[in-house]
């Protein structure tokens, strides 16, 4: 992973967020030119940002079932617990890098923001580990099983498991263009994430983007952008 940290001193402990490139599960990589672009404004705005790396497709990952079906939902549950993985080490090493332990975020895009919430609204059974034949190594401070502290949607979907979702799941917020037919039907992903947040009383701040499609970059709501 690459750490983008802000130049200035602070006070205390810093917020963090982990930001997951998308590309399908297949390809796609830390060096994603617009998340890091992000992060830079993010660092900027006060944040420590870890841009990292997932077993993709082609490393042909193992899976429990029913995740074992193919190498895309291989692919899919090794990145939930890579993202998982991630979010412990972030914690682990949180006096090191000057981050505040409480306040870690993930932060996706398309098949990485499937990750995001994915990693984000499960059970801490669920991702934990690559399944029954392979324990989650102590080096990965297993017993941490704390959620992030905020999750971050960028035109993912979370219809694969909407059944996740409970009381208690971090605040997400989610941005997903109009004309969006990649994850899903136009905005009917982040629609049936809205209901749930709504269901289970999820903080939950949506951005629909009308005349977008699959990668809304850029986005303008409530005299906002990305960065």
């Known amino acids: 992973y690459d750490r983008v940290s802000p130049r200035a001193k602070a006070a205390g402990p810093r917020p963090a967020v982990v ?76 006096a090191r890098d000057g981050v505040d332990p409480a306040r870690i975020a993930l932060l996706g895009e398309s098949a990485g923001a499937i990750t995001a919430l994915a990693a984000g609204v499960s059970t801490p059974e669920a ?52 004309k969006d037919f990649t994850v899903g039907i136009s905005l009917l992903p982040a629609e049936n994430i809205r209901a749930e947040c709504e269901e289970h009383g999820i903080p939950h701040w949506y951005y629909p983007v009308q005349d977008a499609g699959h990668g809304a970059w850029e986005m303008t709501a409530e005299g906002m952008d990305l960065t």
């Not at 042909?60 to 991630?86: I, N, Q």
């Not at 034949?133 to 219809?159: K, M, Q, R, S, Y």
């Open 127 to 178: 991702f934990a580990s690559d399944g029954p034949g392979f324990p989650c190594p102590a080096e990965n401070h297993c017993g941490d099983t704390a959620p992030p502290a905020a999750i971050v949607n960028l035109w993912g979907t979370a219809d694969q498991f909407l059944d996740y979702f409970d009381p208690g799941d971090p605040p997400i917020m989610t941005v997903h263009g109009a």
């Open 19 to 94: 930001l997951i490139h998308g590309g399908g599960f297949t390809g796609g990589g830390k060096e994603n030119k617009r998340l890091g672009e992000l992060a830079r404004a993010l660092a900027r705005r006060g944040h420590v940002c870890y841009l990292m790396n997932y077993r993709l497709a082609g490393d042909a990952p193992p899976a429990p079932a029913p995740f074992d079906a193919d190498p895309l939902t291989r692919a899919a549950h090794a990145a939930a617990v890579d993202a998982k993985t991630m979010l412990r080490h972030v914690r682990a090493n949180a």
